[in-house]
Antibody, heavy 121, light 107 residues
């Protein structure tokens, strides 16, 4: 059973860069034909897919965030990371890392517990 | 991007009620739709995928139907543990998108 855990600063200042890491256990970010995604949820609102990194290292981002987002992987630590630049209060959200199911691409079958990141000075 | 419109946005029901939630896609997505349940402070959990297939360990009172642009999640007999928010999600094309959610509350 794959388990995911988000980590990173909980408070980020406006205009700065949000950085989060997802540590994966029970699976490998560099094998298995998996897509590893970031998803966010502003307080009291719905879910927004941010992007993924494929086990091969290729990435795909939501066009709404593409200019500010980078997702990368550190295979030696079995982690993948999110960087979101030039943040504003609108980027305040619970950020989840998640794995897409092997048999059903685009279906999220494993999630981290989520971490609330607040953008405020 | 494909937009998903859920209705209602919230509903009140009692234990034992039959509950139906709908999800409409802005363009056809075949059967590439999932339903998730989310409880406060928790990550979403898959209930239904491929529009009508039950996720692992999901009770049989949950069912899904539909194809193309119109989809339905039904809870045949609402249980206390079912009070939560439900989201549909399409995985036909990227960017992956979610509906706005339906909050099921106790009447």
């Amino acid at each position: 059973q794959v388990q995911l855990q988000e980590s990173g600063p909980r408070l980020v200042k406006p205009s700065e860069t949000l950085s989060l890491t997802c540590t994966v256990s029970g699976g490998s970010v560099s094998s298995g034909n998996y897509y590893w995604s970031w998803i966010r949820q502003p307080p009291g609102k719905g879910l927004e897919w941010i992007g993924y990194i494929y086990y091969s290292g290729s990435t795909n981002y939501n066009p709404s965030l593409r200019s500010r987002v980078t997702i990368s992987a550190d295979t030696s630590k079995n982690q993948f990371s999110l960087r979101l630049t030039s943040v504003t209060a609108a980027d305040t959200a619970v950020y989840y890392c998640a794995k897409e199911a092997m048999a059903v691409t685009g279906l999220f079958d494993s999630w981290g517990q989520g971490t609330l990141v607040t953008v405020s000075s | 991007a494909i937009q998903l419109t859920q209705s209602p946005s919230s509903l009140s029901a009692v234990v034992g009620d039959r509950v139906t939630i709908t999800c409409r896609a802005s363009q056809g997505i075949g059967s590439d739709l999932a339903w998730y349940q989310q409880k406060p402070g928790k990550a979403p959990k898959v209930l239904i995928f491929d529009a009508s297939k039950l996720g692992g360990g999901v009770p049989l009172r949950f069912s899904g139907s539909g194809s193309g642009t119109d989809f339905t999640l039904t809870i045949s007999s609402l249980q206390p543990e079912d009070f939560a928010t439900y989201y549909c999600q399409q995985f036909k094309t990227y960017p992956l998108t979610f509906g706005g959610g339906t909050k099921v509350e106790i009447k």
